[in-house]
């Protein structure tokens, strides 16, 4: 691993900069939770998408820049450092996407890749069920095969972003008589098939951040299974290593944060205070530190690695930095971390409430310690 840039990635981070510097916009848009800001977010798709920045590491015929990894994270970099808004697609640009391009038929990528580049339609994972959270395989939702169609029944909890999504990504079970794991299938439904219900859910903040999805005898052509059928855990395993190793979360969103709680420290903090100066220096540390851990990761992929289950190690690790991150700026604030209007402190309790949240999705932080106990350290399973 070669730490510096090459003149090339130097020229690419440059073009990016300017890039965005012209469009990102003046002022933020709406909470991409909400019905107008979700619309204002997909017009940033598409303007990301005509720069060809939406999913750089795509290939150009899907959509993308035919760029490397390393781009990738150059351009994540940038994008954190401008201030440019939340990726409203991010569960197809970053998840999704990558699976269809590793597991998805030719005609499925044709299909499917180039309008999740533009947004034109906004994916939602529908994995969670009311008694299928960890435990994935106990999954009871079902799809029964009519001729060249599935039937799919059954209910879906926690999608994120559904309320407002045009599709979902969903894993159902097709052989209820074949053991847990195996008998699930991989399938992509439009949330505008009769059938489908979408009830949303507000999130601490109030806004409905997730959903609720009914299927009652939801017809969906079998052109839509992802994988082979009884397949779906593999197919849903590979999303999940993106979900967990580098691609949902870069370390930018990260090294971003550290750096504006170092500012707010500048701003606000008493600096005798040496206890309160190291736990702002530990956490800047850390937000480096898994930033150079994701170069060594993404230098392994590039050299034909596949990410294992050490992406359970990332998602504890950035999961429980961004948590501690807000919790010292809430701390840093005092009083004022609370005013949920205005720009300074706003962000902080907004991004506080979120943070909360990143020890559970994803697969709980738990779970995360459970398969790198067992894969990762081999340790003896306890009785
Ligand atoms: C903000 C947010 C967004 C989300 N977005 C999506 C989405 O888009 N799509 C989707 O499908 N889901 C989504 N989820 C759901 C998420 O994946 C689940 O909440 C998560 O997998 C946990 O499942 P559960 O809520 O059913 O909790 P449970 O599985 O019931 O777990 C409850 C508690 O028990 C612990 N636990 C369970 N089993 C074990 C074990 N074997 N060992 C140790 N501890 C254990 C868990 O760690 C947890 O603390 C989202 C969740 C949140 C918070």
Redesign the pocket.
């Known amino acids: 691993m070669d730490l510096r840039y090459t003149p090339a990635q130097q020229a690419f981070r440059s073009e990016a900069r300017a890039w965005l510097a012209e469009h990102v916009p003046a002022t933020a848009l709406p909470s991409f939770d909400t019905a107008e800001g979700f619309e204002a977010h997909r017009a940033w798709e598409r303007v990301l998408y005509d720069g060809r920045w939406s999913a750089v590491s795509w290939p150009e015929e899907f959509g993308g820049r035919g760029a490397g990894y390393i781009e990738w994270l150059i351009f994540e970099e940038e994008y954190w450092r401008s201030g440019a808004p939340g990726r409203v697609n991010q569960?197809g640009v970053f998840l999704l996407g990558p699976t269809i391009m590793e597991v998805g038929t030719p005609e499925q990528q044709a299909r499917f890749l180039p309008t999740m580049a533009s947004s034109e339609i906004v994916w939602?994972?529908?994995?969670?069920e009311?008694?299928?959270?960890?435990?994935?395989a106990a999954i009871r939702a079902t799809a029964t095969l009519d001729g060249d169609h599935w039937i799919l029944n059954g209910s879906?909890?926690?999608?994120?972003?559904?309320a407002y999504a045009d599709w979902c990504f969903g894993m159902f079970r097709s052989d209820p008589a074949a053991e847990r794991h195996r008998g699930l299938t991989f399938v992509l439904c439009p949330l505008d098939s009769p059938g489908v219900t979408v009830r949303p859910i507000a999130?601490l903040d109030g806004e409905p951040?997730?959903a609720e999805i009914f299927f009652d005898d939801v017809r969906v052509p079998v052109d839509c299974t992802l994988g082979d059928v009884g397949g779906g855990w593999k197919v849903a395993m590979a999303t999940a290593g993106f979900e967990r190793g580098v691609s949902l979360r870069s370390p930018a969103r990260f090294t971003t944060a550290a750096n504006r709680l170092v500012a707010l420290w500048r701003l606000h903090a008493d600096p005798t205070d040496t206890a309160l100066s190291d736990a702002v220096t530990d956490l800047w540390i850390r937000a480096q530190g898994y930033q150079l851990h994701t170069y060594r990761t993404v230098t392994d992929i590039t050299d034909g690695k596949p990410i294992g289950a050490e992406a359970s190690l990332n998602k504890v690790f950035w999961s429980e930095l961004d948590l501690e991150v807000h919790e010292l700026a809430m701390r840093i604030l005092g009083p004022a971390a609370e005013l949920t209007s205005g720009d300074g402190a706003a962000a902080w309790i907004k991004g506080f409430l979120?943070s909360l949240?990143g020890p559970?999705?994803?697969?709980?932080?738990?779970?995360q310690?459970?398969i790198v106990a067992d894969r990762v350290l081999n340790l003896p399973r306890g009785s």
């Not at 939602?124 to 969670?128: D, G, V, Y």
């Not at 879906?156 to 559904?162: G, N, P």
């Not at 559970?360 to 779970?367: F, L, R, S």
């Open positions: 569960n939602a994972q529908a994995w969670s009311p008694d299928a959270g960890s435990d994935m879906k909890i926690w999608a994120s972003r559904a999130q951040g997730f979120f949240s559970i999705y994803a697969g709980t932080n738990e779970i310690r459970n």
